[in-house]
Nanobody, 124 residues
Framework: QVQLTESGGGLVQPGGSLRLSCTAS????????VGWFRQAPGKERKFVAG????????SYADAVQGRFAISRDNAKNTVYLHLDSVKREDTAVYYC?????????????????WGQGTQVTVSA
């Protein structure tokens, strides 16, 4: 079972940039679709961005499209999420998610894995 660890979260000012990393251990996730979900306090966890194992298909939530970019480096077992022009509403815990199926739905099938999350806080 692939294990995921997120890093790169922190405090950032509105309009600023941040890069999150998700690194896999236990096994390679080169054959997995990988993405990011986020959960704000009192709200449901929602899809943010995903990238297929072929690296040819990317998907973004409407709220972040044009501002966030997802990429992956299978040789490093790492997926990145670059956040640009961040807004206060981007504040949330960001979770990495890996699944053998596409598109990503975050339902947590037996072959999927969740990271523990990294906090992103957008504040002046």
């Amino acid at each position: 079972q692939v294990q995921l660890t997120e890093s790169g979260g922190g405090l950032v000012q509105p309009g600023g940039s941040l890069r999150l990393s998700c690194t896999a251990s236990g096994q390679s996730f080169s054959s997995y679709a990988v993405g990011w979900f986020r959960q704000a306090p009192g709200k449901e966890r929602k899809f943010v961005a995903g990238i297929s194992w072929e690296e040819a298909t990317k998907s973004y939530a409407d709220a972040v499209q044009g501002r966030f970019a997802i990429s992956r480096d299978n040789a490093k077992n790492t997926v990145y999420l670059h956040l640009d022009s961040v807004k206060r509403e981007d504040t949330a815990v960001y979770y990495c998610y890996a699944d053998l199926a596409w598109p990503l739905d975050g339902r947590g099938a037996d072959w999927s894995s969740w990271g523990q999350g990294t906090q992103v806080t957008v504040s002046a």
